[in-house]
């Protein structure tokens, strides 16, 4: 079964700052990445779904990148309020698995 | 205005059952394909059960690690998807939640706690 491995764990990040964080599928995937946030208390909100499709109402500094095995999602000028989980999950294809998740926390 | 609301949870005791429920409004849930994810009291998020829509046949798929031990269905008429747990084990607490499509709508999430 396919492996998502994502990093940094966690990391810290003044807001206006630009991050980026890293996914990977221990097998080819194609374009088949999802991202989501979660903010405590709430459930996953998708941000991106084919790798690079921004979902409805995302902002634009949300962007996602990468094909086969590698994948990204950068936050431009992070904002106080992107402070949160973020989970990248192989979708199209069964077993649908997420990645262990980078926890975002704002300085 | 698209709403999953999932019932069902509590605490059950090792090798118990307990049956989910999530009702939806708010699109056509003949044609919708249905998923189960639960997230474990330590975060990690684990898609469990997808089920496809009638024209599929309501075709089934389940991670490995509830084969044989969770069922998911549905019924159209009532807009509804359900997963049936046996044989639940402590690795099983968690809050599941029922999902549309892609993952563009979760439900709020149902905690399951397995304890004796």
New interface residues.
Partial sequence: ?IVMTQSPKSMSISVGDRVTMNCKASQNVGNNI?W?QQKPGQ????LI?YASNR??GVPDRFTGGGYGTDFTLTINSVQAEDAA?Y?C?R?YN?????G??TRLEIK | EVQLVETGGGLVQPGKSLKLTCATSGFTFSTAWMHWVRQSPEKRLEWIARSKDRSNIYATDYVESVKGRFTISRDDSKSSVYLQMNSLEEEDTATYYCILGLGDYWGQGVMVTVSS
């Fill in positions: 079964n999802a989501y459930s996953p909100k998708l779904y979902y409805t989980f989970y999950q979708i069964s077993p649908f698995t997420f262990s998740g």
